[in-house]
């Protein structure tokens, strides 16, 4: 495991019980997927990049513009495939082929992920292969 990815596997672990909550990303108060990403971000570097403008649950259906693989192109390091995965890497993950990526977890091991999952909580997930088959990028946080 990268120094990075200890780091980033350590807070996210922090999140774990968070509740809940479309667009929080608030530890222990509630978050979703990407504000559990956005608070480890905080936690790690400080300040966000950038913030997300204010989205539907649908945004992913309705737009047609993959804003979430894109803006991970733009503050990650791309991995090439899952073969190169190391725990503390981010996944996203796509619904369907033909929709953008919706949803972001962090690769806690070879076959688990901590996401923020609607309706539970912050949670660690086995990453079978429902959940395999839908990754569509892999990206490391970056060093520094």
Known sequence: MSDIGER?????????GTPYRHQ??????GCDCLGLVRGIWREL???????????ARDWAERGGE???????VRHFQPIANMAQALPGDMLL????????AKHV??????????HAYEGASVLRSALV?????RIAGVFRFPEG
């Open 8 to 16: 980033v596997l350590a807070v996210a672990d922090s999140w774990i």
């Open 24 to 29: 929080a990303c608030l530890k222990g108060v």
């Open 45 to 55: 570097y400080g300040d966000e990049p950038e913030l997300p403008p204010p989205y």
């Open 66 to 72: 993959d804003r979430l693989m894109a803006a991970a």
């Open 93 to 100: 993950f796509r619904w369907r082929p033909e929709f953008a």
């Open 105 to 114: 977890g962090i690769l806690a091991g070879p076959d688990h992920f901590i």
């Open 129 to 133: 292969p429902s959940w395999r088959r």
